[in-house]
């Protein structure tokens, strides 16, 4: 029999339905007569604040199942390293199907046993879920204020296209959710205890049957549950009204989500292909709709930070070729202020790829101009912290020149250019990389004259550090190490060419001085082939670019790892280490990540592909 928390979880079981109903009928058959196609996409409210979902869900399914970690698991080396580990997966099953048998018999009045045997194993899922149709979405169509309620109640839509599941779906709900209500109220009847169970309804609006589950919790935010079937198309709501608007607009009514010009320009900048994950929140209405609940000093500090600037975001995820790609857009129309402003530099075309080795093991580059930062940063200063302190802050910056010989911004920053880079390439013997850090110079003279005031500075108050020069190539190449130093070379820079250039050791730097005989990064073809994923060349404009050379850094270190992997895996997974799979196994899966971003006057984009 039932005790009360048993009770208590048929209630779970109804309000649930919807994430696990297609599962349960999934051994039944399929008679669904196709109908025209329902899209929530054009039947949402033209006005909804925020929208998620996939518009093809099985081109996402085959995206996913062609991913690099699903062809990593297809490797028989992999399979049979991996092999005591899906032994366990086993025992947990069958563990798992025993325990729901001894705990709760009854969910097979409702569920065939066949039935949760395939929920209970996560293998099973994927053939479940390749059953669904094209669309599923979440609309939040607005938030509502609720007397006695602290905190709005969400509006929300939801929409899932059961595909072939549609009719076993809405025949099973018919027959087994005012059946599940009759045992719960038999079972509390026996007991001797009275329960607040749902009540069911059914309606008819334009022709479609609409069926309501209303609870006491829910009428007391105003509302009650609406599901109803168009066709395979499962849609479903808590507030009527709205419900309501979205069946009759269907595919035929205007105002819809679909005419709303704002939704449409950030589904035209984000990566729609089919089966892409999409998102998007309509910021400017969100925090209209949210002002109540702020205060004056953080709606304050909501504008001095520049936040409300931002008109929407859009986000999605696409698989693609062996790995998956991002993209994130702020709607963000110039003017900007504050720190808005401050993560909105120029986009700017980036020298690095073309100063950075053919092959080499990763490049970040940033573009931005050193002295506009301080000057928006002095901006919030003043903002936040008022006049006084913004004017205190400039007297320390100008009395510090008395203490260095230089003014920090005036001479220092405004000498620096707009682009800093960091590359690297892996040692081909050791374990020094040979990296550089590159910084543009705007006016190469005065850095000059402040490095060589620093390294004069530095000999005559700092004995223990060594600062020693050699000629190379009419170049002045300085060499710094200090007593306590850590590493095994020391720290080598010069200018070059209105660049500061930075490397470990002599002999790199000199690499980078002698220039790319062999090529540049920007000819690299898997540079190239990473880029393109991302619709970026070499000469595109960028704010920011983060690349690294992730099969390379995977065979080098698992090459490095693999003898001492034996004595650090743990014996209870029962892994074999002699039959670790080859490195070429693994690798040949792993692509090499970007990530690229952008500004423009209308907003900022982040790019990003995966490593998988």
Do not use: C
């Amino acid at each position: 029999m039932l005790n009360r928390a048993r009770i208590g979880s048929v209630v779970t079981l109804v309000a649930g339905f919807l994430a696990w109903a297609p599962m349960a009928v999934a051994n039944e058959g399929n008679d669904t007569e196709k109908t025209q196609r329902f899209s929530l996409e054009r039947a949402a409210p033209a006005n909804a604040l925020a929208v998620i979902g996939v518009s093809d869900f099985p081109a996402m399914l085959g995206g996913l199942k062609q991913s690099a970690i699903a062809n990593l698991l297809k490797e028989d080396e992999v399979r049979q390293f991996l092999a005591p580990m899906f032994e366990n997966l086993d025992t947990w099953v069958a563990e798992a199907r025993r325990e729901i048998r001894r705990e709760a018999d009854e969910i097979e009045r409702f569920v065939d046993s066949a039935t949760i045997d395939r929920l209970v194993d996560p293998r099973e899922w994927m053939e479940i879920l390749e059953g669904l149709g094209g669309e599923v979405l979440v609309v939040l169509a607005d938030v509502r204020e609720v007397e006695g309620e602290r905190e709005p109640v969400p509006d929300l839509l939801i929409g899932v296209d059961l595909g072939q599941w549609g009719s076993t779906v809405q025949r099973w709900l018919d027959e087994k959710l005012p059946e599940l209500r009759r045992f719960a109220e038999e079972e509390a009847e026996h007991e001797g205890r009275t329960l607040d169970l749902p009540e069911f309804g059914t309606y008819e609006l334009a022709g479609v049957q609409v069926h309501t589950i209303s609870h006491k919790e829910l009428e007391e935010v105003g509302g009650r549950l609406h599901y109803a079937f168009m066709g395979d198309y499962l849609l479903f709501g808590m507030f009527a009204d709205t419900f309501e608007a979205a069946v009759k607009r269907g595919n035929l009514a205007k105002g819809t989500l679909l005419d709303n010009e704002r939704y449409r320009y950030l589904s035209n900048r984000l990566d729609r292909r089919p089966g892409s994950l999409f998102a998007y929140a309509d910021v400017e209405r969100i925090l209209a709709r949210s002002r109540s609940a702020r205060s004056d000093r953080e709606e304050q500090e909501l504008k001095a930070l520049g936040f409300d600037g931002v008109k929407a975001i859009g986000a999605s995820f696409s698989p693609v070729e062996g790995g998956a790609r991002w993209r994130v857009y702020a709607h963000a129309p110039t003017p900007r202020r504050g720190a808005l402003a401050l993560i909105s530099q120029p986009s700017r075309t980036l020298s690095a790829p073309s100063m950075a080795p053919a092959g080499a093991s990763f490049l970040v580059s940033l573009g931005a101009d050193p002295k506009s930062i301080f000057d928006q940063v002095m901006a919030m200063v003043r903002e936040f912290d008022g006049e006084d302190s913004y004017q205190e802050a400039l007297r320390d910056i100008d009395a510090a020149q008395e203490e260095i010989g230089f003014h920090p911004v005036n001479d220092l920053l405004a000498s620096l250019g707009d682009e800093i880079s960091f590359f690297g390439t892996l040692p081909k013997t050791g374990f020094i990389p040979d990296v550089a850090l590159v910084v543009n110079l705007r006016d190469s003279g005065k850095f000059n004259q402040i490095l060589s005031a620093l390294t004069d500075r530095v000999q005559e108050e700092a004995p223990q550090v060594s600062i020693t020069t050699l000629q190379y190539k009419g170049r002045t190449l300085y060499s710094l190490t200090a007593d306590d130093w850590e590493l095994p070379v020391p720290l080598a820079f010069t200018i070059d060419q209105n660049r500061l250039l930075v490397s470990l050791g002599m002999q790199s730097l000199k690499k980078i001085v002698n220039g790319n005989s062999a090529g540049t990064l920007a000819d690299d073809p898997q540079f190239r082939q990473a880029a393109s994923q991302l619709g970026f060349r070499p000469n595109d404009p960028a704010t920011f670019l983060y690349y690294i050379d992730a099969k390379a850094l995977f065979e080098w270190g698992y090459n490095t790892a693999v003898p001492m992997l034996g004595s650090q895996v743990p014996p209870e997974l029962g892994l074999d280490m002699a039959l670790l799979p080859m490195t070429e196994t693994l690798s040949q899966h792993i692509r090499n990540p970007m990530s690229i971003y952008r500004v423009d006057d209308q907003g900022l984009t982040i790019d990003m592909l995966s490593i998988f």
